[in-house]
């Protein structure tokens, strides 16, 4: 059918904005102008685009926040004393008596009223050995030796912990320790305490301190060094003079209960 030629002008010029619009348009999807969101692109691909995003650093305060989540900054302690009793055995002598050795055997028994600190109830009882020493000096010299025979010792005594740490035990075990300080008061009984002269127990005091391991939950390993000061007058013709006693000991103790809770605080 033959359209007048006005027709097929008109036609023209409706068609012609349509085709160019459909020429500038392109197919969604082929637009590669424009970054693709994450979830459009492959999961390889999403994941090396987000190694390559800048780190933005975090404001003053919120990294703290964020490591504190995972990591504590002050690890809890691997033995626990609070609120323990601890019943113990030691075995001292003495290093600081070049005349009469002094070697013997005792107990303790403490409360752990915290963890750094304890009360304990120390006793201990002493067998002189006569070193060569009296004997040469007594036939040289035919002096008479002022020195006080030591028995026995009865103590109340403060016990302080400071220092709390760890170490590896031939490399496949950690041991557990601390280092302790002590002192207190209570009685010494010596030669002149008993009869002929009985004067009964002398006062004294003590001070020292030590090393403990802990290679289980309930058992503790110490050594340490205290020294022991009383008045005494060996014999009636010198006066009295503060006598003084330095043993090194090594103890072993046990705790109860035998094992520990750890209460974060």
Avoid: C
Avoid at 131 to 160: C, P, T, Y
Avoid at 212 to 226: M, N, V
């Amino acid at each position: 059918m033959d359209l007048p030629r006005h027709t097929y002008t008109f036609l023209a010029l409706l068609l012609a904005p349509l085709a160019a619009l459909g020429q500038a348009q392109e197919p969604p999807g082929l637009d590669l102008s424009q970054p693709q969101p994450e979830s459009a692109r492959p999961a390889d691909e999403a994941a090396r685009a987000r190694k390559s995003e800048p780190v933005v650093p975090l404001a003053a305060g919120e990294s703290d926040v964020a490591l504190g989540d995972r990591v504590k900054a002050v690890q809890r302690k691997g033995f626990m004393k609070a609120h323990r009793l601890e019943l113990g055995l030691a075995f001292p002598a003495t290093v600081n008596d070049a005349f009469y050795e002094k070697v013997g055997f005792g107990g303790k028994l403490a409360y752990n009223f915290e963890d750094s600190f304890a009360l304990a109830l120390r006793g201990a009882y002493y067998t002189q050995l006569r070193s060569n020493h009296v004997r040469e000096a007594k036939a040289a010299f035919s002096s008479q030796l002022l020195q006080s025979e030591l028995n026995g010792q009865l103590m109340l005594d403060g016990i302080w912990s400071p220092v709390y740490g760890k170490v590896a035990w031939l490399g496949s075990s950690i041991v557990h320790f601390d280092v302790y300080l002590l002192a207190g008061f209570g009685g010494v009984w010596s030669a002149t305490s008993s009869a002929p002269r009985k004067e009964g127990p002398h006062i004294a005091t003590d001070f020292g301190g030590g090393i403990r391991f802990y290679p289980k939950s309930w058992l503790a390993i110490d050594g340490g060094l205290i020294a022991t000061l009383y008045p005494d007058q060996p014999v009636t013709q010198a006066p009295s003079t503060v006598q003084k006693v330095v043993a090194a000991q090594l103890g072993v103790s046990i705790f109860w209960p035998f094992t520990f809770e750890y209460v974060y605080p």
